[in-house]
């Protein structure tokens, strides 16, 4: 028997033999359904064969049939399945139990990865950073896919200089992978460079044309660049041009690409620019709720969604559903203006401005760093309320604005309401004491002139004197500084008034003027006014007696002129007793006579 045992197993070995074979050629074609019947034919014969058992993970993977790979997983056979366990929780939207089906120390390379892609998804960006990081450095995994994560991690972390100090240090990728110009865009466009942002996603545009124009067909390719035109459009949204923007996202979703998470940041974004009407506004809104849609939007994307989808409520006057969704978002995130904003709006709309102040002043109790709006909106209700002390001492209660010139200005102004001049005067004055005395500082400089300028309105000329002299020190060739210290020592000082007004910049006029063009040049917007003659009485009334009364032609009768007409015997008769009256009604029309049905004239008998 022995011969023949040997021969059986020779024969097994040259099919699976074949049946790998044709794995590996489905495999690299992409061809993972076709693949997963032959892994399911290793397994069948062989149990323990692990490399057909990655293969199936794979496959399962690849054809988005997580569910089928949770309950495949469960096994005897002694391989590492939990970075495919934890991959498939990721897909499925479970994100903490991804995380805590990890092992906690040594993790493998592979489950590096797919815990880096768990922690991006739960928006612990820092984290997902420096397990890129590591894989770089420690594990030398330098693929494209690992570095083009490192910059989008980088840049979802905040961390801008990091990013592309790194992009500075792989700039070979720049030339060859579109996604990662893509996030290198994404990190100027979170620094606010929009110009160099439109660069990078234009060479992203152009490497995925290049590399996708020979296999996929026209809607395949617009499908693939869809995320490139919707950032281009916001960024062209972020510089004000509404109008092009709103040509981009409309082409975007009326090709209805197959990433939901672009159509939902593009229909977001359309909603934002404010072309669509609030009922359009909150039923395209309204499409973005779908699990389908939420399991693919990060935390901030789905923020900036709840609060429009808020707010078109708001605006479709649906108070009900407004205010129901207002508190669910207050109590998801408790320290966020926009919820309570809302819902003061709600209650101001509702002619509830009590209660609509109450809400402002309880969150602005509760969260005092975090509530400037909420406060500004509170100074901004005394202030069309009448109340300019109320006002003033909201503003002044704010510390994080307090010392903005901004802010400055507009307690300036209320002061001057008032007419309490020593309190703007003592509100320029601590600005300028809670700042530095920097020469670069632009909120010092800005303060200071107004502080100088102020005093000189009010006639403290000693005040701005000195005021104005600190700005020159700052900057000597300040001629506008220089004009009013000269103006403000006229008034206290003559001599030194002309000793500074010697430094003045001389203008020289040109040789070719024409004076007298200059002298008879009319000013625009002003009107030469004549002073009315004074008239005697004397002339007044002999004025009025040369004026004569027009007098009118008197009407004649028809016919009149022509002599050979005989005139009408009736023309002295009111016209109702004339014989071709008719009377008519109010409507115009003539009246008839009626009579009774069967009614007759009765008949005069004339005797003969």
């Not at 109008?243 to 979703?253: C, D, F, K």
């Not at 200071?448 to 009010?458: G, H």
Request: aromatic fraction near 8%; proline fraction near 4%.
């Amino acid at each position: 028997f022995g011969p023949v045992i040997s021969n059986h197993l020779a024969m097994a070995e040259l099919k699976l033999d074949a049946l790998y074979s044709k794995l590996d050629e489905l495999g690299k074609r992409k061809e993972y359904s076709q693949a997963l019947v032959v892994a399911d034919q290793i397994l069948s014969s062989q149990v323990n064969e692990k490399e057909a058992f990655i293969c199936k993970c794979i496959c399962l993977l690849k054809e988005g049939k997580f569910e089928d790979l949770l309950k495949f997983l469960p096994t005897t056979l002694e391989v590492s399945t939990l970075a495919y366990k934890a991959y498939a929780l990721y897909r499925l939207g479970q994100g903490e139990e991804a995380l805590n089906s990890l092992p906690k120390t040594k993790p493998s390379t592979l489950e590096l990865q797919v815990q880096a892609q768990v922690l991006y998804r739960l928006n612990e960006f820092s984290k997902c950073a420096e397990i890129y990081t590591r894989l770089c450095e420690e594990f030398k995994l330098n693929s494209e896919e690992i570095r083009t994560n490192l910059v989008a991690a980088l840049t979802a972390s905040g961390k801008l200089s990091q990013c592309l100090d790194y992009v500075s240090r792989n700039k070979e990728l720049l030339t060859s992978s579109y996604e990662f110009n893509y996030n290198v865009a994404c990190c100027y466009l979170a620094k606010g460079d929009f110009n160099t942002a439109e660069k990078y996603l234009v060479d992203s545009e152009k490497l995925c044309r290049e590399l996708f124009s020979e296999d996929y067909t026209e809607s395949e390719l617009q499908d693939e660049l869809a995320v490139i035109n919707v950032q281009m459009a916001t960024i062209k949204q972020l510089r004000g041009d509404d109008q092009a923007a709103n040509v981009i996202y409309e082409v975007v979703l009326k090709n209805n690409p197959s990433d939901v998470s672009v159509s939902a940041v593009a229909s977001n974004n359309l909603v934002a620019i404010g072309t669509q009407t609030k009922m359009q506004a909150s039923r395209k809104l309204k499409h973005l709720f779908s699990d389908q849609v939420q399991k693919k939007l990060s935390q901030s994307q789905k923020k900036s969604i709840d609060f429009n989808y808020c707010l078109s409520l708001l605006e479709a006057n649906k108070f009900e559903l407004c205010r129901t969704m207002a508190d669910s978002l207050q109590k998801r995130y408790p320290d966020d203006e926009l919820p309570v904003l809302i819902l003061a709006s709600l209650q101001f709309k509702e002619k509830l401005i009590d209660q609509a102040r109450i809400t402002l002043q309880n969150f602005a109790a509760s969260y005092p760093s975090s509530s400037v709006t909420v406060q500004l909106t509170l100074a901004q209700m005394d202030l069309q309320q009448g109340n300019v002390k109320l006002a003033i001492s909201m503003l002044e209660s704010i510390d994080s604005i307090r010392n903005k010139p901004a802010t400055i200005a507009a307690l300036v102004d209320l002061y001057e309401q008032i007419d309490d001049i020593d309190g703007a005067i003592a509100i320029l004055d601590k600005g300028l004491e809670n700042l530095p005395e920097k020469s670069e500082d632009k909120s010092y400089v800005q303060i200071l002139r107004k502080n100088a300028d102020f005093k000189f309105k009010c006639k403290h000329y000693q005040e701005a004197i000195k005021m104005y002299t600190k700005l020159l020190e700052i900057n000597r060739k300040d001629a506008a500084a220089l004009s009013h210290l000269v103006m403000a020592y006229s008034f206290i000082d003559p001599n030194q008034a002309a000793q500074y007004a010697s430094r003045l910049p001389k203008l020289d006029p040109p040789d070719d003027i024409d004076t007298d063009a200059l002298e008879n040049l009319s000013i625009q917007g002003l009107k030469k006014k004549h002073k009315p003659d004074v008239i005697s009485n004397e002339k007044l009334s002999q004025s009025k007696l040369k004026k004569k009364k027009k007098k009118r032609k008197n009407k004649k009768p028809k016919h009149a002129i022509d002599p050979k007409i005989p005139p009408d015997p009736e023309r002295w008769l009111p016209k109702y007793e004339r014989t071709g009256y008719k009377k008519k009604n109010r409507k115009g029309k003539v009246v008839v006579g009626r009579g009774h049905q069967g009614a007759s004239a009765p008949v005069l008998c004339v005797d003969t």
